[in-house]
């Protein structure tokens, strides 16, 4: 007689509403969709459970590998093979994925409130790699300094309360200067691999608008795409237009870039020192109606600079443009704010969800792998965060599952206990379930109340 089920160890492993999640979004399907389908040996399924689940237990794959008497049913060389599959598309699984959570999403979201998909890119730090590939120098605005490692292009929608990504790539370097580690020699570029490592070299603003393009048709479509000022070109405005978004941006005070005013083109300096500007307390200093045009655009689209003052420096300003010439400029202003929902994102991923530090993969590949697994574990935090009951963070949320799977473990094991003790009872000293029954409760009653305050069940009881 079997005391426990053999695949009794994904229950400590994940919290049962992680299992929920995998089966509400069929996750299983989505994965056999985008090539992640089973060839031999261990289910697809079960090793991408046992990844998303990692990072919740506090302890690396070795640790993980080796706790415990009863170990993991595979090694970890299955563990780096499944992460470095070339024929896994994993940036369409992160579309898949998210066409499926947004819905449900949207369905707890007012009608009133306006949804975006929003652009942005943050560093991938791998500074004490040398053999990594596709490894390049690339440089950190925020910080103003280089650092060895990728970039990190995300697309995400939001309702100005929940953020799901949609969208990502990870970018190396165009320039060959910068590029340290050259891709694999053996790698056809007309499989999804290859193609892969060619978008990684290509242009942010001409990969950030594939991504808009993708979006369409999908539920992750929205009305507003917003982006900071290093997207906020004019003929990436002109692009995304013509995609069918309105763009709401902030604009860079930039000599070249210029907007039809009046019949001149002019900077925006130039467009603010010709107008006067709101006194009192306005919530912006300047509104002008301008049009926005490029050489590579036969048309013009219309569009309002809301000049809006800096909070860090109360002489200086930032301008911020909407497409959108029927939004008043308090709407432009609270709609570019929901920008900031892409910065607790990548914050998330890296401070809460490691994603540059749980492996230190070498392959192009795997590296790829390993981020839309992390992306995935935001997905179901920020599910979990907009369905409970509270407004509680993707942190705070972290780390009630992480204690939650912590308590599962100690069940277990005590669950674990009790079986031994009852089957033993039963072969061995040929006792009766009555009188089995009345030696369990005296134990149980036996042991110290913090133990059985962690008990909320009688474990054994069937």
């Not at 992680?18 to 079960?46: D, N």
């Not at 919740?56 to 706790?67: D, I, V």
């Amino acid at each position: 007689m079997a005391i426990i089920h053999e695949d009794r160890w994904i229950d400590y492993s994940i919290s049962k509403r992680f299992e929920s999640f995998m089966k509400r979004f069929r996750i299983g399907s989505l994965l056999h969709s985008v090539g992640a389908s089973k060839e031999k040996g261990v289910s697809p399924r079960l090793l991408f459970i046992f990844l998303l689940g990692l990072v919740f237990r506090n302890k690396n794959l070795y640790e993980t590998m080796n706790s415990g008497r009863r170990s993991v049913p595979f090694g970890k060389n299955t563990v780096y093979r499944y992460l470095a599959r070339s024929s896994v598309n994993w940036e369409a699984f992160i579309r898949k994925l998210s066409a499926s959570v947004i819905p449900e999403i949207d369905k707890l979201t007012s009608e009133e409130r306006q949804t975006a998909l929003i652009l942005d890119d943050s560093p991938y730090y791998r500074n004490r790699s040398c053999k990594v590939e596709m490894l390049s120098r690339c440089y950190d605005h925020s910080e103003n300094r280089y650092y060895k490692g990728f970039t990190l292009l995300s697309m995400g929608w939001s309702d100005g309360r929940t953020f799901i990504p949609v969208d990502f790539r990870l970018l190396s370097s165009g320039n060959d200067e910068n590029l340290l580690s050259k891709p694999e020699k053996n790698c056809d570029m007309r499989t999804i691999a290859g193609k892969r490592r060619i978008a990684s070299r290509e242009s942010k603003p001409k990969l950030a608008l594939g991504m808009l393009e993708k979006a369409k048709g999908t539920p992750a479509q929205a009305r507003y795409a917003l982006f900071d000022s290093w997207f906020a070109s004019p003929s990436f405005m002109l692009s995304a237009k013509g995609l069918g978004y309105d763009v709401v941006a902030r604009v860079k005070n930039h000599r070249n870039y210029r907007y039809l005013y009046n019949g001149e083109a002019l900077s925006l300096s130039q467009i603010y020192a010709a107008n006067r500007k709101r006194g009192g307390r306005s919530r912006y200093l300047l509104s002008v109606r301008v049009e926005i045009r490029s050489l590579a655009f036969e048309e013009s689209v219309p569009a309002t600079i809301v000049y809006v003052r800096d909070r860090t420096n109360r002489k200086k300003w930032i301008a911020l443009i909407s497409t959108d010439t029927g939004l008043k400029e308090d709407e432009v202003i609270s709609l570019y704010g929901k920008r900031w929902d892409i910065e607790p994102y990548h914050k998330t991923l890296k401070s809460v969800l490691r994603l540059t530090k749980e492996f230190q993969q070498r392959s192009f590949d795997s590296i790829t792998a390993h981020t839309a697994i992390v992306l995935t574990r935001y997905v179901f935090l920020a599910v979990e965060s907009r369905e409970s009951n509270d407004d509680r963070s993707i942190g705070g949320i972290f780390l009630l599952i992480s204690d939650e799977l912590e308590d599962i473990g100690f069940h277990y094991a005590f669950e674990l206990l009790i079986s031994f003790l009852k089957h033993f009872m039963e072969e061995r000293l040929a006792l009766g379930t009555e009188a089995i029954e009345q030696m369990i409760d005296r134990f149980f009653n036996s042991l110290p109340r913090y133990i059985k305050e962690s008990l909320p069940v009688r474990v054994w009881e069937s």
